[in-house]
């Protein structure tokens, strides 16, 4: 079975061993699987994470990675012969 990992940075490949009918817990839940991602991909997945976080300690506080309205009409007053 293919799913996508909680993070998005990869899929995770597993192997149902059992289906339980009542909720038991996240132990339960656990041993109900075999997990068959390989080591490969699980280092990838690794790596975009360490590139994410790192990419959002550069950003400014309240800083959406885009201008907002009101600094985007400022930051076109003061360029006015390219727009």
Known sequence: LEIPAHDRTHHRQIEVA?????????????????????????????????????????RHDNDQGRMTKKLLRAWQKSQPDQF
């Open 18 to 58: 059992r289906l339980d009918a009542m909720r038991g817990g996240a132990p339960v839940a656990r041993s109900a699987y075999f997990e068959r991602t390989s080591e490969r991909v699980l280092a990838e997945a690794a790596q975009r994470r360490e590139q994410a976080q790192a990419e959002r300690q550069c």
